[in-house]
DNA sequence: TGGTAATATTTTAAGTTTGAAATTTTAGAC
DNA sequence: GTCTAAAATTTCAAACTTAAAATATTACCA
């Protein structure tokens, strides 16, 4: 490390712990809000989200790559959304093997109304953010996901 | 909702993910480095990294509130540290029930060096960034920060 | 065709985290 | 002084997560 060198190390590191804080508080809040308001949890919402966006469904691998989580808790969870009526496994035609995972048409509607006041939410803790200031930090993300998810490559 | 504002929380639910995103992204980065080199977790830097913040110790309660995880988690947390010669509880005068955690020497050393690898790490994930960029996303981050404890403080 | 490797998922065991109960000690009211 | 409420910590049970083992199926090559 050099003289020169250090001070931009030294406010990489602060803000790194600013974006770290920001993003935890926000988090606990939707969690908070999950848990109080619609009696269910983050992961089980992230799921929905993800169903909700494939609507012909995704194979269990691929809702835990893209989710990022162990193929064993995508199970789990799938589990007892389809307990609960809100997802369904269907058959792969031509692969014994797969499954696809669905939202019913009660999970549809019941994720409609979940993301509807998850973006309430959202609305009101980046209140104090202007369309200009949204475009500046999306750009300034992007150039950080890119390092990060070229380490990620890296190391996997 | 209204047909003007509708835009401006689509954007931000956009940038709320793509921020959870990159912080999830570094954050993995980080756990992978300490697991893989380091043969520890984030948890246990974490609590090294306040005891480091506090010479003098911080009660285990105080951690707790400190890092915003139960005391359940850090009894266990500081055990292990202990154990290990990282750490070490001090009793507090006057009050038998509380117990003060620091740091041993050992633990500081320890910390040190971790540190020190740490700052490296987040040095190269934040490359991209100048220090115009990182001013700015500083000040953006501490708006919505404002706004997320606040939340924070009504919900408790 | 047979056999081996690869793929998809579930099951299992171990480790984390939490919230609440239990334990011990302190503070304050009367 | 005694009693009760509050405070600090630990213990405990439940929920969640992961990595790896187990199971079932498919793909491919020889």
């Given at each position: 490390?050099?003289?020169?060198?250090?001070?931009l190390?030294k406010?990489?590191?602060?803000?790194?712990?600013?974006?770290?804080?920001?993003?935890?508080?926000?988090?606990?809040?939707?969690?908070r809000?999950?848990?109080?308001?619609?009696?269910?949890?983050?992961?089980?919402?992230d799921?929905?989200?993800?169903?909700?966006?494939?609507p012909?469904?995704?194979?269990?691998?691929d809702l835990?790559?893209?989710?990022?989580?162990?193929?064993?808790?995508?199970?789990?969870?799938?589990?007892?959304?389809?307990?609960?009526?809100?997802?369904?496994?269907?058959a792969?035609?031509?692969?014994?093997?797969a499954?696809?995972?669905?939202?019913?048409?009660?999970g549809?509607?019941?994720?409609?109304?979940?993301?509807?006041?998850?973006?309430?939410?959202?609305?009101?803790?980046?209140d104090g953010?202007?369309?200009?200031?949204?475009?500046?930090?999306?750009?300034?993300?992007?150039?950080?996901?890119?390092?990060s998810?070229?380490?990620?490559?890296?190391?996997?």
């Amino acid at each position: 490390m050099t003289a020169v060198s250090e001070p931009l190390s030294k406010a990489r590191l602060r803000v790194w712990l600013k974006l770290l804080k920001t993003s935890n508080g926000i988090e606990a809040e939707i969690r908070r809000n999950l848990r109080d308001r619609h009696n269910t949890t983050l992961p089980r919402f992230d799921v929905m989200s993800a169903l909700a966006r494939f609507p012909e469904g995704l194979k269990m691998s691929d809702l835990s790559t893209y989710l990022k989580v162990s193929n064993g808790n995508v199970t789990g969870i799938v589990d007892k959304l389809t307990e609960e009526g809100m997802a369904q496994r269907v058959a792969v035609p031509g692969d014994k093997r797969a499954q696809v995972a669905r939202l019913t048409e009660k999970g549809k509607t019941e994720f409609e109304n979940l993301a509807s006041h998850h973006e309430n939410w959202i609305d009101t803790l980046l209140d104090g953010l202007s369309l200009e200031d949204l475009e500046t930090l999306s750009d300034t993300l992007e150039r950080v996901l890119a390092q990060s998810t070229e380490k990620e490559r890296a190391d996997a």
